[in-house]
Structure formats: C-alpha cells, structure tokens
C-alpha cells in the first residue's frame, strides 16, 4: 500500500453521465494531483493541489472539475465525457508541491471507460 | 517543449540477469530525476532518485547513472527476479519554468523470462 487509496478502480460511463473519481491520502502530505495515463503515452499532468489551493491547470478541458476540499482528499468530477477520455487516472500526493526532490506517491488509478 | 525518451519500449532478460533500462532526455536545465515503477493494475511506485550533482546512486540492487554530457540515465537491476517484471518510466524535474512538475517518459516494459 503506497498511502494513496483511489475508488472506483473501474468506472464505465456514458458521454452523458455524471460520475466523480475520489482520491484520499493518508501521508499526512499537502500536496495532491490528477494525471492520465493512455496506452503506451507519458504520464499526463492535469491538476496540482497545493494546501488546497489548486496551483496548476494543465489546460484541462471544462469537462474535467477538481475538488479538494482539504489536503486529505481529491475529488474528480466528470460530465459529458469523450470516448478519448478513456484512460487511467492517477492520484499523487507529494509533501509540498513546487519544492526539490518532489517524490510523487501514487495511487492505483480509476481505471474509466467512456461508452 | 522539452521530453523525456526511453530507447526500447521493451526489454526481456533471463531471472538471475542484470538488467539495464536507459533513458535519454533533452532539457539541459533538468536538475533531478527519479525511476518509478509500475505493475499491472498499480500506480507507480518511487524506485530510487538522482539529482544532477551526482552521477551515481546506489539503492537495494538497483543503481541509477546519470551521465550529463550525453544527457542520459539509466536504471541497472541486479540478479533481476519475477517480481521486478513491470513499466520502468524515468522522470525529470526541470527548475527552469515557473512550476516545478515532474515529466515522465513513456515507459520501458521489463519482462523477465524463467
């Protein structure tokens, strides 16, 4: 266990569906983040916590809503959905965001589906 | 913008073999690195990191060689076992931007062979 627990581990939604991705660590960390992960690409920055506040939107469509309600939990809201959208997802918490040495403890990932 | 490359997106090696994953990157500014290591069905997972100081660093039978020159890395994995099976992905952190965030490359699949 990596301290990072992410639900669902399947998620298969409809592109007009309503659905949330939830991620909560328990590092005691102050810094949580959304990647993607597609078959055979680079791991995919979507949004950077840092104490709560959000600190980097990596041109995110609107499509894709973040929450982090504290520094515990991430949340990721997601309406009208793309078949393209189908991915891994991954929640990371690191101790602070923006500093050296930003070792990335991740979650197992939301593996979504889009129909 | 700047990337992070692996020369072979697989590598198989007989259990018992050292194993050498190498990866290249392009950004002269990228100060620290880190392996990761993913397993079906896991996120990745922290292996062993580097920063730009040093060009050696050695961890539970696994070293991390950093040669700056020719602007590449490479993970070795001692006497490799089953369990060291996975997608290996280098990552760098480049301090030149305003937000520091980690770029992963693609990832090399490891498959070790009985």
């Known amino acids: 266990e990596t301290g990072v627990t992410q639900t669902p581990r399947h998620l298969v939604m409809g592109m007009t569906n309503k659905k949330s991705l939830k991620c909560e660590q328990h590092l005691g960390h102050n810094a949580m983040y959304w990647y993607k992960q597609s078959a055979k690409k680079p791991l995919e920055l979507m949004f950077v916590y840092n104490f709560k506040e959000q600190t980097e939107n990596n041109s995110v469509p609107s499509r894709f809503s973040p929450e982090c309600p504290n520094s515990s939990h991430l949340f990721l809201h997601l309406h009208t959905l793309q078949p393209e959208d189908s991915a891994l997802y991954l929640c990371a918490s690191s101790q602070k965001a923006g500093t050296d040495n930003e070792k990335l403890f991740f979650g197992s990932g939301t593996q979504l589906s889009v129909l | ?114």
């Open chain 2, 1 to 114: 913008g700047e990337s992070v490359g692996l020369h072979l997106p697989t590598l198989s090696v007989q259990e018992g073999d050292n194993s050498i994953i190498n990866c290249a990157y392009s950004n002269s500014a990228s100060d620290y690195f880190i392996w990761y290591k993913q397993e079906s069905g896991k996120g990745p997972q922290f292996i062993i990191d580097i920063r730009s100081n040093m060009d050696k660093r050695q961890g539970q039978r696994v070293t991390v060689l950093l040669n700056k020159t020719v602007k590449h890395l490479s993970l070795q994995i001692a006497a490799t076992q089953p369990g060291d099976s996975a997608v290996y992905f280098c990552a760098e952190n480049d301090s030149s931007g305003s937000a520091r965030q980690l770029t992963f490359g693609s990832g090399t699949q490891l498959t070790v062979l009985p």
